[in-house]
């Protein structure tokens, strides 16, 4: 959905998006029935979260905050395992994210993506309200458990009125 704006080489040299700290294992994306299908079939534990949606398990070794935890689909060579089409909606957005500010739904970008540079978050954010934007706001509508708490760390780029 972003390769008009990324390049995959820009990706694939980062994968910030398919690692975990503790502080951010709320990123996990909450999984739809094929995907969760998909994992189960290749082995990845998967836990329900609190709010009854589905995710991939991180497994910390330690309580560190600063321990890395990857994807459980990510080849640490090669990238995500899972076909481009078959990966969650919140990881073929992001760094872009849909989230939920005073009631109101809110699109943001993470201010922290390596990809990112003044160039790059314009066109990122020019081609996200021009080209995506009601694919993203109709998914967060059907999928409630993909909107997200508001979070300072992504810089927003829209509001709902």
């Known amino acids: 959905m972003l390769t008009n704006v990324f390049s995959p080489n820009d990706c694939a040299r980062c994968k910030l998006c398919c690692n975990f700290r503790r502080v951010s294992a709320w990123e996990t994306p909450a999984l739809q029935d094929s995907q969760i299908f998909l994992m189960h079939e290749a082995g990845v534990p998967l836990e329900k979260r609190p709010d009854g949606t589905t995710s991939f398990y991180l ?35 992001w760094p872009v994210r849909i989230m939920k500010s005073q009631g109101r739904l809110v699109l943001g970008i993470y201010k922290d993506c390596p990809a990112l540079n003044g160039d790059t978050f314009v066109k990122l954010k020019n081609h996200t309200l021009e080209k995506l934007l009601p694919e ?21 780029i829209w509001e709902e009125k």
């Open 59 to 93: 497994h910390f070794e330690t309580e560190s905050e600063d321990e890395v935890v990857n994807c459980p689909m990510l080849n640490p060579c090669s990238g995500c395992m899972l076909p481009r089409e078959s990966r969650p909606f919140e990881c073929r957005i």
């Open 136 to 156: 993203i706001l109709a998914y967060g509508r059907r999928h409630p458990q993909a909107v997200r708490d508001y979070n300072s760390l992504y810089s927003i």
